[in-house]
């Protein structure tokens, strides 16, 4: 399962890798992991998150340039390390639920998709089994069936679409 650590964690790992990396850089790493998070949201999270390290004086001057100078001066430990201890007041910023609710559909959809190929492993199981095994094993089947709809209602609550992409 993906979190709002790993989403951050994406973009400070592209701070690291390139110090002169643009917003645009930092939120297309983001977007790298949480593939449903579209632009529009990711900067402003990104905006907000600045801001926030403004507002808490963790940077004196709320631009991407000193977002960007903390990060590189902290290191990478140290700075998953404050974001990590931020999460109460991450947590109120306003974008912050469209970026969980992003990476909430997006772990909903590989579950989603994970469950055909998880019965095909099971039934795959059954050739030479006892009767008890193929018992078991048909209601684990039916368990992931049941799972997948249930996945599929998630994501139709969240898209409309319990199907989509």
Not at 48 to 71: C, K, M
């Amino acid at each position: 399962m993906t979190t709002l650590n790993d989403a951050y964690e994406a973009g400070v790992d592209a701070v690291i890798a390139d110090n002169t990396i643009s917003k645009n850089g930092f939120e297309n790493a983001i977007q790298a992991l949480v593939t449903t998070l579209n632009n529009a949201d990711a900067d402003a999270w990104v905006t907000e998150l600045v801001g926030d390290y403004e507002r808490l004086d963790i940077i004196n001057n709320p631009t991407w340039a000193n977002f960007r100078s903390n990060i590189i001066s902290d290191g990478k430990p140290l700075a998953m390390d404050v974001f990590a201890g931020l999460e109460a007041s991450i947590t109120l910023l306003p974008t912050t639920p469209q970026v969980r609710e992003d990476i909430n559909l997006m772990d909903l959809r590989i579950e989603r998709d994970e469950v055909n190929t998880s019965i095909v492993t099971m039934q795959g199981f059954k050739p030479g089994q006892t009767k008890q095994v193929k018992d078991a094993l048909d209601i684990g089947v039916d368990a992931l069936r049941l799972r997948k709809e249930q996945v599929r209602s998630e994501i139709r609550d969240i898209t409309g679409d319990p199907d989509s992409l």
